[in-house]
């Protein structure tokens, strides 16, 4: 089994729409990523939560909300979908050391 | 504000036609260098971390080493299996996020 576990793998919804992606970890790691991958602008870190507790804004958190339900589940919601949020998203987790593992990616078409 | 600078953007090789790609840094206290691939709607595959001017790492075709302005992806006798696009981040400082470059796309040809 995938060690990073992300559903939907693939999702089109409206604009407008609310959209939840959920990210689910076997690897015991405390901290958890979400990241939003675009052609041309590479990867690019929307929220991170170094524990249960700790909830942290990335570079494009606007648009976005998250919710760390336990060490091993990291979701990441879009209020009101919107065109722009067209991407692939990334959940990502880490230890201490910082070797972030990636999940298999979400890939979210907003019409 | 941590910047990273992949080169060059894509290069096509034939088998075993060996290369480089680069990475440029520009942060305040590197804490580590992480290279990653990336095969076509997969998540990214963690190579190596490097954390001090003067070491390298190897895995099969792959060696990477670092300096204090870049770091180097050296890749020997490539293979067809080897395309992929190959990302490098830094976290610098206090900060315990990664900064990623775009990236360079990878195609080995037979």
Same mark, same amino acid.
């Given at each position: 089994d995938a060690d990073v576990t992300q559903t939907p793998r693939n999702r089109i919804t409206k604009t407008g729409k609310r959209i939840m992606l959920e990210c689910s970890q076997t690897k015991g790691h405390d901290r958890m990523y979400w990241y939003r991958q675009d052609p041309g602008l *590479?990867?690019?870190?929307i929220?991170?939560?170094? %524990?249960?507790? %700790?909830?942290?804004? *990335? =570079?494009?958190s606007d648009g976005y909300s998250v919710s760390r339900q336990a060490q091993?589940? /990291?979701?990441?919601?879009? =209020?009101?979908?919107?065109?722009? +949020?067209?991407?692939?998203? /990334?959940?990502?987790?880490?230890?201490?050391?910082? =070797? +972030? /593992?990636? *999940?298999? *990616?979400?890939r979210l078409t907003v019409l | 504000e941590d910047q990273?600078?992949?080169?060059?953007?894509?290069?096509?090789?034939?088998?075993?036609?060996?290369?480089?790609?680069?990475?440029?840094?520009?942060?305040?206290?590197?804490?580590g260098l992480f290279w990653?691939?990336?095969?076509?709607?997969?998540?990214?595959?963690?190579?190596?971390?490097?954390?001090s001017a003067g070491e390298e790492k190897e895995k099969e075709r792959l060696k990477a080493t670092?300096?204090?302005?870049?770091s180097f992806l050296h890749i020997t006798a490539p293979k067809p299996e080897d395309s992929a696009t190959y990302l490098c981040a830094v976290q610098a400082g206090?900060?315990?996020k990664l900064t990623f470059g775009k990236g360079t796309l990878l195609t080995v040809n037979p």
């Open positions: *590479g990867l690019r870190l929220y991170y939560s170094f %524990d249960v507790k %700790d909830i942290n804004k *990335g =570079e494009i091993a589940k /990291f979701s990441l919601s879009l =209020e009101s979908a919107i065109p722009n +949020q067209t991407a692939l998203y /990334f959940c990502a987790t880490s230890d201490f050391y910082n =070797e +972030q /593992f990636f *999940g298999p *990616g979400t | 990273v600078t992949q080169s060059p953007e894509a290069l096509r090789l034939q088998e075993g036609e060996s290369s480089s790609l680069n990475c440029s840094y520009t942060v305040s206290g590197l804490r990653y691939r990336q095969d076509p709607g997969k998540g990214p595959e963690f190579l190596f971390t490097l954390y670092l300096t204090k302005k870049e206090s900060n315990y």
